[in-house]
């Protein structure tokens, strides 16, 4: 019966042991009842799973086989706790950060489906269990602990389905014993977000993980200049903490910011978000529009132009290129002060215009500010006269 012919060959490259081939001669051979005993079947699966897939070399890594141990260890334990004070977790009206972690649990979903369909399950995994465990660590700590009780129900029964086909030992005994489900997991039907994934949820989730980590980054910065590290580590001294952080927001691009940035729509970009026109500065140089910028605006636009296209676009996507953020980002700010309070340990931070003049300064992070790019200025209290 032709019908029941392979339809495709599925193919892999070497097998590796801790990115050397494996060979007796070597003496890392390792066979599967020698990791299942050493490791589990489930950390061995989980490893297995992140060794690579098609034609790449697959590497079996002893280190992420035994650090899945504990990271098994630690969801057990973090799921117990959770579910005993399930009924303790507030409950209702989800806010702003609940809906965008939910919104989360419905892109894994999606994700993960793609890579078990392909058969591509280093992308499933990190679906279903890296991204998953990052997802718990950081709604913990952008609600300061103070999680909603459906966002983490849902998250574990989610996680359970979908990381069954790679660690169904574990999830099982997660999905009976903890969770207290009568049936099977490997019953359970494939979770369906109840509503498409929300893409500006989405983009707002990636915005306020990079503005929390540029905010850290500068605020170390600031305290610890360059040249002054050295100096300040000899003298003994405590790097001096601001008082106060100005956030500096812009509402949309300067006029020959977006003449640049329409220009830049219409470049072709390949598989790596890099222009296929890899002379692409000469035609911006040569547009039209630029010619007859003024010549201070010139001196500006042309690196604007390298920059949103070798730093931004490279990273973003075209998204990057967009005349004006699909939401709030001023207000989604304010939302979040509490957050940036906690991460940045300075009580007093305001969110402020980019386009209007500000009594304490920030000239040059005003100036430096876009949209989905604020800069922020950090102030110290002058001592009091003696």
């Known amino acids: 019966d ?14 590796m042991v801790d990115a050397e081939k494996m060979s007796k001669s070597k003496g890392n051979f390792l066979t599967l009842e020698e990791a299942i005993g050493t490791y589990s079947a489930d950390a061995t699966r989980i490893a297995c799973a992140d060794s690579g897939d098609g034609l790449q070399d697959a590497n079996f890594s002893r280190e992420t086989a035994a650090k899945s141990i504990l990271r098994l260890t630690t969801l057990q334990a973090w799921a117990e706790d959770m579910v005993a004070r399930l009924p303790t977790l507030r409950a209702g009206e989800m806010t702003f950060l609940d809906e965008i972690f939910d919104n989360e649990i419905s892109s894994a979903i999606e994700r993960a489906h793609e890579g078990y369909t392909s058969m591509v399950y280093s992308d499933a995994l990190r679906a279903a269990w890296f991204d998953m465990e990052n997802l718990r660590s950081q709604y913990s700590i952008l609600t300061n602990r103070d999680v909603h009780a459906d966002v983490i129900r849902r998250f574990l029964e989610v996680q359970m389905v979908t990381l069954s086909p790679i660690a169904p030992h574990f999830c099982e005994y997660l999905w009976q014993k903890v969770l207290g489900k009568q049936s099977l997991v490997i019953d359970a039907r494939w979770p369906t ?3 498409a994934v929300d893409k500006v949820l989405v983009r707002q989730y990636e915005l306020i993980q990079g503005i929390l980590r540029s905010l850290r980054l500068k605020l170390d910065k600031f305290m610890t200049p360059k040249g002054k590290k050295k100096k300040q580590k000899a003298a003994g001294a405590a790097p001096q903490k601001p008082s106060k ?4 927001v812009a509402r949309g691009y300067k006029p020959f ?5 329409r220009l830049l729509q219409g470049f072709e970009l390949d598989a790596e978000n890099s222009p296929v026109d890899k002379n692409f500065m000469r035609v911006v140089k040569d547009a039209d529009v630029v010619k007859a910028m003024a010549k201070e605006d010139v001196k500006k636009a042309m690196p604007f132009a390298s920059a949103m296209m070798n730093k931004e676009v490279k990273v973003r996507g075209p998204e990057a290129l967009e005349l ?17 309070r906690r991460q940045l340990g300075i009580e007093d931070i305001e969110v402020a215009d980019a386009e209007a003049d500000h009594p304490l300064g920030g000239k040059n992070e005003r100036a430096a500010a876009g949209p989905g790019n604020p800069q922020v200025a950090f102030f110290v209290d002058e001592p009091a006269p003696a």
């Open 257 to 261: 910011q977006q003449d640049i940035l």
């Open 2 to 15: 032709s019908s029941l012919w392979p339809q495709a060959f599925y193919c892999n490259g070497h097998v």
């Open 245 to 248: 952080a100005v956030i500096f």
């Open 324 to 340: 004006e953020l699909p939401f709030d980002e001023a207000g989604m700010l304010e939302s979040l002060l509490d957050v940036i």
């Open 193 to 195: 977000p109840t509503k």
